[in-house]
């Protein structure tokens, strides 16, 4: 069967620290790979997608960037984390068919 | 681009009763896949229910069941015998089934309904 493994769950960083978030699946290959980011009270927003290795499409303008180097890896990066990145983070794939998408344990980020 | 609404923020009903939560949707397109997704205090996303927009048919999937009605682009959620675990954020999303133009391959959420179960 297949799995998500996103770490780490808990994240504090001051303001102008580096970020990285990790995503792995397992079971599966060549999935279709998402970041969504959950501000407090709200939906879920779509950062970034990636439908291969080094196919990345970003969906809002931030300070985040995302990459994807192995086929079942997908990192969420940033160089200097702001106050407003502040967030759950959660990382999914879906695969072709059906069509839902599956959830990592996401990730919450506090920058102080 | 395509958005999603709940109009409802909270819900509440008793243990072992029905509710329904509502889900309107705005898109110009006839193919896509409709989700509903319940948040636990966990916050791992679990999915409840699919419908693919093609099919008359509403999906049915134990006490869950949805009320699809393309026309009026909505897709309501009933939950029957409400049970205790069943308390829980509850999200509606859009996917696109063409996957044409950007973040058309990812979800689009409503910002949630909050479900409480009273015992």
């Known amino acids: 069967s297949q799995t998500i493994h996103q770490w780490p769950a808990t994240l504090v960083q001051p303001v102008g620290s580096p970020l990285s978030l990790e995503c792995t699946v397992e079971g599966t290959s060549n999935p279709n790979l998402y970041w969504y980011r959950q501000a407090a009270g709200r939906g879920l927003q779509l950062l970034f997608y990636?439908?291969?290795?080094?196919?990345i499409s970003s969906e809002v303008p931030q300070n985040l960037s995302a990459s994807r180097p192995q086929d079942r890896q997908f990192i969420l990066s940033s160089k200097k984390l702001l106050l407003s990145d502040s967030g759950f983070y959660l990382c999914a794939w879906r695969r072709r068919s059906p069509h839902e998408a599956f959830f990592g344990q996401g990730t919450r980020l506090t920058v102080v | 681009a395509q958005t999603v609404t709940q109009s409802q923020p909270e819900m509440s009903v008793q243990e072992a009763e029905t509710v329904t939560l509502s889900c309107t949707y705005d898109?110009?397109?006839?193919?896509?896949?409709l989700f509903w997704y319940k948040q636990p205090p966990s916050r791992q996303m679990i999915l409840v229910i699919r419908q693919e927009a093609y099919k008359q048919q509403n999906a049915t999937e134990n006490r869950f069941s949805v009320n699809f009605q393309k026309a009026a682009k909505s897709f309501s959620l009933k939950i029957s015998d409400s049970q205790l675990g069943d308390a829980a954020m509850y999200f509606c999303?859009?996917?696109?089934?063409?996957?044409?133009?950007?973040?058309?391959?990812?979800?689009?959420f409503g910002k949630g309904t909050h479900l409480i179960i009273q015992p």
């Open positions: 898109t110009s397109e006839s193919d896509y896949y």
């Open positions: 999303a859009y996917r696109s089934a063409t996957g044409a133009g950007g973040g058309a391959d990812g979800l689009t």
């Open positions: 990636s439908v291969g290795i080094g196919q």
